[in-house]
């Protein structure tokens, strides 16, 4: 449900279609039963991609934080099919030579604990605690997909991709090293442009016109897309 109020930002002359893509749990999609492991999720996210990418069809990808990790996985499973993003945005996650190395299993620590961290990222208020059945609801979603980010296999196969790459961020996000990031020019053979926002890990909150207009300027530039997300 992150990306579906983008359409509203989004410049009305554009060329840009946003085609928001649900995880199972989440969202639309919130009866379904959650992912066991990130290549289940990766599969689904592509199973539903491929629905709605047409051959020859310009596309992009954002993601973000976990979508960042997915978005990245994805391109690279369709770069092996000869099928390439326009353009991918990867936003809040560190480069993929970091993604094994997370040393806090906040996915293991009690509900309250886990739940304080969480909120210390930004994007939650503490007021979600006074609400017991919605609270429940949060935690069960956010410790999967913590569960899930923490378990990526080192083993995975992860390759530079042929994609114009940009890297976004907020400053004060204590997720994501800012003497690292420069590692994700590694990871494209295209163009790889890193971007700093004011804020923590749930930056976009406070600059989701400024993130869209940039998208907008990126789809213009490098002709009409879809950008899935």
């Given at each position: 449900?992150?990306?579906?109020?983008?359409?509203?930002?989004?410049?009305?002359?554009?060329?840009?279609?946003?085609?928001?893509?649900?995880?199972?749990?989440?969202?639309?999609?919130?009866?379904?039963?959650?992912?066991?492991?990130?290549?289940?999720?990766?599969?689904?996210?592509?199973?539903?991609?491929?629905?709605?990418?047409?051959?020859?069809?310009?596309?992009?990808?954002?993601?973000?934080?976990?979508?960042?990790?997915?978005?990245?996985?994805?391109?690279?499973?369709?770069?092996?099919?000869?099928?390439?993003?326009?353009?991918?945005?990867?936003?809040?996650?560190?480069?993929?030579?970091?993604?094994?190395?997370?040393?806090?299993?906040?996915?293991?620590?009690?509900?309250?604990?886990?739940?304080?961290?969480?909120?210390?990222?930004?994007?939650?208020?503490?007021?979600?605690?006074?609400?017991?059945?919605?609270?429940?609801?949060?935690v069960k979603i956010l410790r999967n997909d913590f569960r899930i980010i923490e378990t990526i296999s080192s083993d995975l196969p992860l390759f530079p991709i042929r994609s114009n790459i940009?890297?976004?961020?907020?400053?004060?996000?204590?997720?994501?090293?800012?003497?690292?990031?420069?590692?994700?020019?590694?990871?494209?053979?295209?163009?790889?442009?890193?971007?700093?926002?004011?804020?923590?890990?749930?930056?976009?909150?406070?600059?989701?016109?400024?993130?869209?207009?940039?998208?907008?300027g990126i789809c213009r530039a490098e002709t009409r897309s879809r950008c899935f997300s």
């Amino acid at each position: 449900m992150f990306y579906y109020p983008w359409k509203h930002y989004l410049r009305p002359d554009n060329d840009l279609e946003i085609i928001p893509l649900d995880y199972k749990g989440h969202g639309l999609r919130a009866d379904e039963s959650f992912y066991r492991n990130f290549n289940e999720m990766v599969d689904d996210m592509l199973s539903l991609l491929l629905k709605y990418v047409r051959a020859n069809e310009s596309f992009m990808l954002f993601g973000h934080s976990m979508g960042s990790y997915v978005a990245f996985r994805i391109s690279d499973i369709l770069q092996e099919k000869h099928i390439y993003a326009k353009h991918v945005f990867l936003s809040g996650s560190t480069p993929p030579c970091f993604w094994t190395r997370r040393k806090k299993k906040m996915s293991d620590l009690p509900d309250h604990e886990f739940m304080d961290e969480v909120i210390s990222f930004g994007g939650i208020d503490h007021s979600v605690m006074d609400y017991p059945e919605v609270y429940d609801f949060i935690v069960k979603i956010l410790r999967n997909d913590f569960r899930i980010i923490e378990t990526i296999s080192s083993d995975l196969p992860l390759f530079p991709i042929r994609s114009n790459i940009s890297i976004l961020n907020g400053y004060d996000d204590s997720l994501v090293s800012k003497k690292n990031i420069s590692r994700w020019e590694d990871y494209s053979l295209g163009k790889c442009t890193i971007k700093f926002y004011n804020g923590g890990h749930f930056y976009i909150t406070d600059h989701l016109n400024e993130i869209c207009d940039y998208i907008s300027g990126i789809c213009r530039a490098e002709t009409r897309s879809r950008c899935f997300s």
